[in-house]
């Protein structure tokens, strides 16, 4: 008597099944576009200026005696249309008509460009830590107050000296301490989660109920360290450098990443300028000569540090993990 066994009727048994979920890449928060100060007075060309004035002196007066006339100090800021971004693909008519996934692949290809660009953008922001932002090997002191130096934890990582260090800056510069943001790799949170004198909330009762999960909710610290909110970024310069202090010696990144501190004052105040001069745009169009749809996002765009004295970068050792 014939029957139905797999050995006997294989050809009847779908050895692969493909699924109609497409698995995408995970993605993290952006967050630093937020702390820049956009343009929005620059209709066209492609460079800006910004005159600065500085501050009044003061002499002493004796009756009867003329008076000192000083000019006061003035500077210019220039700022520069720099970057021109294309993330550009295509899909082929033989594509289409083959796979089963194409509905999918082609609602994908939009806002993967955009997030590119937004990408490149917030890697360009955080870039001004070593490029075009402070000046590499050197403590760039402001006032007498050291706006970059080498992690003072154990082997170059953070302490959190650092960060009462990185007020101690802002304030010397006389910057309002208003809304203090610190952007750190994921390797300055994990040194903060096994400081011991934070895990030990017998000995630092103030950190219980934070520490002893995490310090950070996703890309956000639960609490504030020394008045700075605190997010996690996977987008910081990579800093290789040895830096002499002010007060102490010098020291070494090996595998360094530069972490920023500023205050988001708003305003003016804003360590960033930024200017779109062309915002992500998309353009499509059929190729009949290849026989294909084509898709393409263009965006143009300029970043720069506008106040330098509103921003500390730390340098730390990612190594240590």
């Not at 702390?35 to 004035?53: M, R």
């Amino acid at each position: 008597m014939a029957g139905f066994s797999v050995a006997t009727n294989s050809y009847l048994i779908r050895a692969n099944l493909w699924s109609q979920q497409i698995k995408e890449v995970l993605l993290d928060d952006l967050n630093a576009q937020q702390y820049v100060d956009w343009l929005t007075d620059f209709p066209d060309g492609t460079t800006f200026n910004i005159p600065s004035i500085g501050l009044a002196t003061v002499d002493n007066y004796s009756e009867d005696t003329q008076v000192n006339y000083r000019s006061m100090d003035t500077g210019n800021f220039t700022f520069t249309i720099t970057e021109y971004l294309s993330s550009g693909t295509y899909i082929t008519n033989k594509m289409k008509q083959d796979s089963f996934y194409m509905d999918k692949l082609i609602s994908t290809f939009v806002p993967y460009q955009h997030r590119a660009i937004m990408t490149r953008l917030e890697t360009d922001i955080l870039g001004l830590a070593t490029a075009g932002g402070q000046t590499a090997s050197d403590k760039n002191a402001i006032n007498g107050a050291d706006h970059r130096w080498v992690g003072n934890g154990p082997n170059e990582t953070i302490a959190l000296a650092d960060f009462a260090k990185a007020r101690y800056a802002l304030e010397k510069a006389k910057v309002p301490l208003v809304n203090l943001i610190a952007i750190v790799d994921p390797s300055v949170e994990y040194a903060l989660n096994t400081l011991t004198n934070l895990t030990n909330v017998q000995n630092n009762p103030r950190w219980e109920g934070v520490i002893k999960d995490s310090l950070a909710t996703g890309m956000h610290f639960n609490s504030n360290v020394y008045g700075f909110d605190v997010y996690v970024s996977n987008y910081l310069a990579d800093a290789n450098e040895t830096i002499t202090p002010t007060n102490g010696s010098a020291k070494t990144t090996a595998a360094g990443k530069a972490n920023i501190f500023f205050a988001a004052a708003g305003g003016d105040v804003t360590p960033f300028k930024g200017a779109w001069r062309q915002m992500p745009n998309v353009d499509s169009q059929y190729n009949q000569d290849y026989q294909r749809e084509e898709y393409v996002t263009t965006a143009r765009y300029g970043v720069k540090l506008y106040r330098p004295e509103n921003f500390v970068v730390v340098l730390t050792d990612n190594d240590q993990v």
